[in-house]
């Protein structure tokens, strides 16, 4: 607010508009150290994108199990740290997690492997783990540890609708699109 010669405020009209209202600061710097919250490793499909329907990203259950399943019961913590997994399993309709993941966060800003891995024994990750294994076909065969390397399913799903098709159909059982060939 403006004030005049006898200290009352007054609004003051910009006209002409002072160019620097116009201006802003924006800061533009790289860190010495840059810190990663997010730990990448190589030859992994990243968790698909939220949003992003149109170029065939598609987070559903399908999906998820197909990401973990790409990990070693060991690796839990390279896993879980990508920003658009722990995004969806906050608000996923199976199993919305969002109130039992604040010591999981905690443990990834701080890079805290251990408490990662300790969370990954509680009961909603249990919960989601038996969940995955249920909806694996084949999974029985291929259990192992926490239940990520089972067999991959043999199904696709189509990227118009979501169904979830049968391998060996050429085009989708609901809306008779045909598969998506990379
Ligand atoms: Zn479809």
Redesign the pocket.
């Known amino acids: 607010m403006e004030k005049d010669s006898y200290g009352n405020e007054v609004s003051k009209l910009a006209r002409p508009l002072p160019v620097e209202y116009l201006l802003l600061d924006v800061p533009a710097s790289t860190p010495l150290t840059p810190l990663n919250t997010f730990t990448s490793i190589k030859d992994i499909t990243k968790f698909p994108v939220e949003n992003r329907l149109i170029d065939g990203h598609i987070q559903d259950f399908d999906s998820l199990c197909k990401y973990l399943r790409q990990f070693t019961p060991l690796q839990f913590y390279e896993s879980i740290s990508d920003f658009h997994f722990l995004l969806y399993i906050a608000t996923m309709d199976m199993l919305p997690m969002k109130d039992s993941m604040a010591p999981l966060l905690e443990a990834i800003k701080t890079n805290d492997k251990q408490a990662v891995v300790e969370w990954s024994r509680s009961d909603v990750w249990a919960t989601l783990e038996q969940l995955i294994s249920n909806t694996s076909d084949s999974a029985v065969s291929g259990h192992v540890g926490n239940g990520f390397a089972s067999v991959q399913t043999e199904s696709w799903t ?6 979830m ?1 049968n391998s060996d159909r050429q ?7 045909p598969r998506d060939i990379n």
């Open positions: 189509c990227i118009h609708c979501t169904f098709n085009s989708c059982d609901i809306c008779r699109l």
